[in-house]
């Protein structure tokens, strides 16, 4: 069974910075991406990276301030988030998926979860 593990969530002040990170157990190469949901709201898309070449993708709302990458060689997803807003506060999820990298921005087209890590950001 495929286990993600997210780590870096916290508190931060607007303008502030973190990074999450995401680690897949396994040796299969997964296409990767962060999810969030803010408290009655949809899960929504934030950024993803395919596997292979490593094409990067981003929600228009982070674009310019958050950053996705991943660890050469492993299944280790980063997500740098710079000019944090208080509307970034959510559950960050990391979500992975094998084959082909499409459809990265479909919340529905992953199969693995983490558990979430807290991101809040006060104004």
């Known amino acids: 069974q495929v286990q993600l593990v997210e780590s870096g969530g916290g508190l931060v002040q607007a303008g502030g910075s973190l990074r999450l990170s995401c680690t897949v157990s396994?040796?299969?190469?997964?296409?990767m991406a962060w999810f969030r949901q803010a408290r009655g709201d949809e899960r929504d898309f934030v950024a993803a990276?395919?596997?292979?070449?490593?094409?990067?993708y981003y929600a228009d709302s982070v674009k310019g301030r958050f950053t996705v990458s991943r660890g050469d060689g492993t299944n280790t997803l980063n997500l740098q988030m710079n000019n944090l807003r208080p509307e970034d506060t959510a559950v960050y999820y990391c979500?992975?998926?094998?084959?082909?990298?499409?459809?990265?921005?479909?919340?529905?087209?992953?199969?693995?979860w983490g558990q979430g890590t807290q991101v809040t950001v006060s104004s």
């Open positions: 979500a992975a998926k094998r084959g082909a990298p499409r459809d990265l921005g479909v919340r529905d087209s992953y199969d693995n």
């Open positions: 396994g040796r299969t190469r997964y296409n």
């Open positions: 990276i395919s596997w292979g070449v490593g094409m990067t």
